[in-house]
């Protein structure tokens, strides 16, 4: 949700394939046991897979078919349990209106973008998100796409305006799907789209040819067997020329044969002659680096977007190292990467001679890391996280500093906008306790003024943000954030909530954030720990638990939850723990490892089946980063943390809440499924294991007010397990709360 607000303004049912070293089995005999504490029964099956001579059993393999009857059955009976009991708490409503009033100091127009004398941006109205314009002379902004006219759940997710202002493109996608479409608009009769472009993923790329009537984007095959959340296949990047069929686009590249699993993006930078695509691997970095393993081919175009004839495409690097191409002059391109610099740097690259050791550098590896790059007005702009807090920096194109952009605080700069041409940089700045404020900065003056921000403000004096360092098992230092009051109390009372990601490479930043400042408005403490596996120290941090070390992002979450306890803050009664996605995974790992710790487990859109992670979704793109049970290597470690197979009858797991979406493509909610039905069939106590699947939302959760929607559920799921105090505050930073 944070993301998508910062956005806006600024083989399934069936056995995998054997791999070599794995045997795969299963019968069909099936049982259906009764489930302690009252809970919807759900079928077993005799489903064996063997890797590398160990048996693992999946008794829930049926629940992979998201279409089944019994499956929707189980669904429903599910829901029923959880949902009416959970809004009907009190903390369901406060939560939630808490949560409303904060999301309002977010600006609600992004930074415009400007293309032939005009300006387009989004804004957000009613919760729905419309694309405007403003022309030159005009008194007011028009709509080109008013979100009503997108029916149920349509958005505009992204859009590019043509060089001459002339045309725009942009995607939509439904209910926070990941599958959308391009739809093209003559800015001057946008009534109805002159083209429309099918089996677009997230949110391109896309970029217009140089004379302005030509589209380059990526598209895919559509999904096999009409089953979104399958992993997609064949991206290849394709030209759609105005005027033609969709059907005569030109395939102007794809994956090598060799990498069919692999994932494809291009920069199509300066004069739009040079097309670098990237043929990529991997998490994808902050600021858009790319995937971890990144080889950039080149590919010469004509002003059209066609390839110009007798230039064949070229490779310029190994598959080795992230990629990114800033901008293009004289034969010449600007490198953002993390070869050879863990932390990241930026380098002139020889067209003729692209040999990393021939690059020149612009700037060097530091000591933060380099999160984002972007060339802006003639210079680079560059943000940095130093010690888990945004630096920003303008350098001239050898490199030369120009002076720090002045921020207010120890914050985090959400998003960069600007133009190649334009010297105006606007970014949106906000802190844990800093509500959002949108700055404009000006590379030519080097001055910098507020551009928007809240007009009531809340007063948050009540409140504190504290950045600690507690030991990890190996005796590392991770660091973590705590709000909470001011003068609270050490007397271990406290209900608390823990947050973690660690994957991806991904950085769990200070930003604003509206769940964790309702929950300590109702009265408790929020904690967010930089786990390993995640970006906040750079590749380094990343590497260490990756694959086969991966249990170190758990034995970290697992050290932040005993230095809450040991702080006196909280105790195993009052500690809950949240994740989504990689973070699903993260938490319910942690609550199987160590379930005398918890009170409470809160897990969004998990992964729980590390076995099968790489059969669907984007999971065979994550192979890097996770590995496969079919490496030998990789196996025993995957064995011994999937949630799903580690689960022991008998034994008090915490009071947990399962959340999924139903048409989650990127992580099929098969994984929450099984991992409800399992730890139901487990749980050793009376303490509830609660799930609530949503029948649309996607990944995302489905917008601001699905997303608001789904925390003060959790919240209420919390209330009454931790006892969370009934009065918290007014929101205006008084106190309250027990």
Not at 20 to 28: D, F, H, I, W
Not at 261 to 271: E, K
Request: a negative charge; one cysteine or more.
């Amino acid at each position: 949700m944070r993301a998508l607000l910062a956005g806006l303004i600024l083989a399934a049912g069936q056995v995998a394939g054997a791999a070599p070293g794995v045997s795969t089995g299963s019968s069909s005999a099936a049982a259906t046991p009764q489930v302690p504490g009252g809970y919807p029964p759900a079928r077993r099956t005799d489903v064996v897979d063997t890797f590398h001579g160990v048996e693992v059993r999946d008794p829930y393999r049926w629940m992979e078919d998201l279409r089944s009857p019994e499956l929707a059955a189980w669904i429903e009976a599910q829901n029923q349990r959880a949902e009416p009991g959970l809004r009907g708490e009190p903390a369901y409503a406060r939560a939630l209106a808490r949560m409303k009033a904060l999301e309002n100091l977010y600006p609600t127009q992004e930074p415009g973008r400007e293309a032939g004398g005009r300006t387009f941006f989004r804004t957000l109205v009613d919760e729905r998100i419309h694309l405007m314009v403003r022309g030159p002379g005009d008194a007011a902004p028009r709509t080109l796409v008013d979100a009503a006219a997108l029916g149920e759940g349509g958005m505009v997710r992204a859009f590019v305006p043509s060089p001459d202002g002339r045309r725009v493109a942009y995607i939509i996608n439904r209910n926070g799907a990941d599958w959308g479409e391009i739809r093209l608009l003559d800015v001057d009769a946008p009534e109805a789209p002159i083209a429309v472009l099918a089996n677009i993923r997230f949110e391109g790329p896309m970029q217009w040819s140089a004379d302005g009537d030509g589209l380059v984007y990526r598209r895919f095959a559509p999904p096999r067997d009409g089953r979104p959340e399958a992993p997609a296949e064949d991206p290849a990047l394709y030209l759609h020329r105005l005027g033609t069929p969709v059907a005569d686009d030109v395939r102007l590249f794809s994956l090598p044969e060799d990498r069919s699993d692999w994932s494809l993006a291009f920069d199509l930078p300066g004069d739009r002659r040079q097309l670098f695509a990237s043929v990529e691997r991997g998490p994808w970095h902050d600021g858009n680096l790319g995937g971890s393993r990144a080889q950039l081919h080149l590919l010469e175009l004509e002003a059209s977007g066609h390839l110009r004839k007798g230039a064949k495409p070229r490779v310029l690097t190994e598959p080795d190292a992230a990629y990114r191409v800033l901008h293009v002059e004289d034969g010449r391109a600007l490198v953002f990467t993390d070869r050879d610099a863990p932390r990241r740097r930026v380098a002139w690259m020889d067209l003729a001679e692209p040999a990393p050791a021939r690059w020149q550098p612009v700037i060097p590896e530091g000591e933060g890391v380099l999160t984002n790059a972007q060339w802006y007005g003639g210079r680079l702009v560059a943000h940095s996280i130093e010690n888990v807090h945004s630096v920003l920096r303008v350098f001239d194109a050898d490199g030369k500093s120009l002076g720090d952009v002045a921020l207010p605080g120890t914050g985090v700069v959400q998003g960069l906008y600007g133009g190649a041409d334009s010297p105006r940089v606007s970014l949106l700045y906000s802190g844990l306790l800093q509500p959002p404020v949108l700055l404009q900065h000006d590379l030519a003056t080097g001055q910098t003024r507020v551009e928007s921000e809240a007009e009531q403000a809340p007063d948050l004096s009540a409140y504190e943000v504290s950045q600690e360092w507690f030991a990890s098992k190996d005796g590392t230092r991770v660091p973590m954030f705590i709000v909470a009051r001011k003068a609270v109390a050490r007397d271990g009372s406290h209900p608390t909530l823990l947050y973690g990601y660690g994957a991806s490479g991904t950085s769990e930043l200070p930003y604003f954030r509206e769940d964790a400042l309702a929950w300590v408005q109702l009265g408790g403490i929020y904690a967010i720990a930089n786990l390993r596996g995640g970006g906040e120290f750079g590749r380094a941090w990343y590497e260490a638990a990756i694959r086969e070390r991966k249990q170190t992002t758990y034995d970290d979450m697992i050290a932040a939850a005993e230095h809450l306890v040991a702080s006196g803050r909280t105790g195993p009664k009052r500690l809950a723990i949240a994740g989504a996605s990689n973070g699903g995974m993260l938490v319910t790992a942690v609550m199987v490892q160590r379930p005398d710790l918890l009170a409470a487990v809160l897990a969004d859109v998990p992964v729980t089946d590390a076995m099968r992670r790489h059969i669907a979704g984007n999971g065979a793109q994550q192979v890097d980063q996770w590995g496969t049970p079919a490496d030998a290597d990789v196996f025993p470690a995957l064995r011994a943390y999937s949630p799903l197979h580690n689960l022991a009858p008998g034994t008090c797991y915490p009071a947990t809440l399962v959340t999924t979406s139903h048409d989650d493509q990127r992580l099929p909610a098969w994984h929450a499924y099984k991992f409800t039905a399992a730890l139901q069939a487990a749980q050793g106590c009376e303490t509830p294991i609660l799930m609530l699947s949503r029948a649309s939302g996607g990944h995302g959760g489905g917008g601001v007010s699905g997303w608001m929607d789904s925390v003060a559920i959790q919240y209420a799921f919390l209330a009454r397990v931790l006892g969370l105090g009934e009065a918290g505050d007014d929101g205006s930073g008084t106190g309250g709360g027990d």
